[in-house]
């Protein structure tokens, strides 16, 4: 079993910049896929980032050059840091977690381990 808890969400202004942290509590083994999402208000939930335990990231083109996810092993922290954010980034984010190789971004249904997740709000 894993538990996620995620912490960092925050309101900025529109170019700001926040970092979510999630702490993973339990065994992911040693191949596993962890990963950022977000639901808006009225929206479905979009698969933000996820990085795989080799440290292969991928990113959804909306914020790709913006959005660097990573994670300290030896703790079992992931992160997600945010860059010159904007006001359609506002949104719960969640951390997600899998054993194996990481799902693709869309297959949100394929993580079986999720955080309460974090509110972050971008004002323009």
């Known amino acids: 079993q894993v538990q996620l808890v995620e912490s960092g969400g925050g309101s900025v202004q529109a170019g700001g910049s926040l970092r979510l942290s999630c702490a993973a509590f339990?065994?992911?083994?040693?191949?596993?896929?962890m990963g950022w999402f977000r639901r808006a208000p009225g929206k479905e939930r979009e698969g933000v980032a996820n990085i795989d335990s080799d440290g292969s990231t991928t990113y959804a083109e909306s914020v790709k050059g913006r959005f660097t996810i990573s994670q300290d092993k030896r703790q079992n922290i992931l992160y997600l840091r945010m860059n010159s954010l904007k006001p359609e980034d506002t949104a719960m984010y969640y951390c997600?977690?899998?054993?194996?190789?990481?799902?693709?971004?869309?297959?949100?249904?394929?993580?079986?381990?999720w955080g309460q997740g974090t509110q972050v709000t971008v004002s323009s």
């Open positions: 339990g065994s992911l083994y040693s191949s596993y896929c």
């Open positions: 997600a977690a899998t054993l194996g190789a990481c799902p693709l971004l869309r297959q949100s249904d394929r993580y079986n381990y």
